[in-house]
């Protein structure tokens, strides 16, 4: 519709919208770097240029597992990401476990997806990870893994795991930052799986954690425009809500199965220690009830019922 808008006034226009043409150009350019920065400088050594090995790690990386390390320049696989006359990390022997890796501090909050080439052949499995965020790869296979994560503590912990290998090899490290709108995304997704999280059994201080967090969150989706440093924070919050509460929901779960279990194996109450069982049963359901005691302690009811249960099993 522009270009056809252009083309209607372009005879008595010309210079004004060689003029606005540029103005959009340049525009949609701003958005795209915008959107994505390369931050690989923030990687030590991402190439290996530097063929230095400490304690079988090149310089800026740490090694720790089995496994024999070298630095390369034989070109693997079919030559399209591990290339011949360049520097890439090898490790070898086998089927040896190890990881391999790099902490860095001080890094902006947002979301990263770092990137690296790959050659290798394992029994188990191979894993590019970016804190949280992990990528599986494909053995005998050459191939640029990726993996995103979000950032909300300033540190950033990359690398490989590497299970029953034999061979692999590593190169071209890439790290892009993206900008606000990826952590925007973040936060609307993480609100949405807080909100399906209320209405599941939790500790009460917990519940109502994870209210304040979504509370949070909804304020600084609700800023116009957006606040980073209130993005961030909301994200901080809101995602430790989640796990903590998630521990919770997972114990009171497992505790009310093993409750059910138990009330199976109970019957009709005709088995021998019966009466034991039925306290123990009980005693259970007061831990269930009460949303005022510890994960620990929820934990504690759910083993302390097992272990009746399993006395009752030998009684009879």
């Known amino acids: 519709l522009l270009y056809q808008y252009m083309t209607i006034k372009f005879t008595k226009m010309k210079k004004t919208y060689l003029v606005l043409i540029g103005c959009i150009i340049a525009f949609i350019s701003v958005l795209q770097v915008h959107a994505q920065t390369d931050v690989t400088s923030l990687i030590v050594n991402p190439e290996f240029d530097d063929a230095t090995l400490t304690n079988g790690a090149p310089t800026g990386w740490t090694k720790v597992g089995n496994g024999t390390s070298k630095i390369s320049t034989t070109v693997k696989g079919d030559g399209s990401v591990i290339l011949g006359g360049q520097n890439h990390w090898q490790i070898w022997g086998g089927p040896f476990n190890c990881e391999v890796y790099q902490k860095i501090s001080g890094v902006p909050k947002g979301r990263y997806k770092l990137s690296a080439g790959f050659y290798g052949t394992f029994n188990d499995s191979i894993y590019l990870y970016a804190n949280n965020g992990r990528k ?24 490989l795991k590497v299970f029953a290998a034999s061979v692999f090899e590593l190169d071209h490290f890439k790290l892009t930052y993206y900008d ?4 925007v995304t973040t936060l609307t997704q993480e609100k949405t799986l807080a909100e399906s999280m209320l209405s599941k059994r939790m500790q009460n201080s917990l519940l109502t954690e994870l209210n304040a967090s979504i509370s949070q ?40 199965t093993v409750i059910d279990s138990a009330q199976i194996v109970y019957g009709a109450g005709a088995g021998i220690s019966a009466t034991t069982l039925q306290n123990a049963i009980g005693a259970a359901q007061s831990s269930y ?11 504690n009811a759910t083993q302390t019922l097992k272990s009746a249960i399993f006395a009752y099993y030998v009684a009879n």
């Open 289 to 299: 009830n009460n949303l005022e005691i510890t994960s620990t302690q929820v934990d």
């Open 180 to 183: 606000q709108s990826a952590l």
């Open 217 to 256: 969150a909804q304020t600084a989706l609700g800023e116009q425009p957006s606040v980073e440093a209130h993005i961030n924070d909301a994200i901080t919050r809101i995602s430790a809500a989640i796990a903590a509460a998630n521990i919770s929901i997972t114990s009171y779960t497992s505790l009310k």
């Open 136 to 159: 599986k790869f494909t053995s005998g296979t050459s191939n640029t893994y990726s993996a995103e994560c979000i950032v909300t503590d300033d540190t950033l912990r990359i690398g």
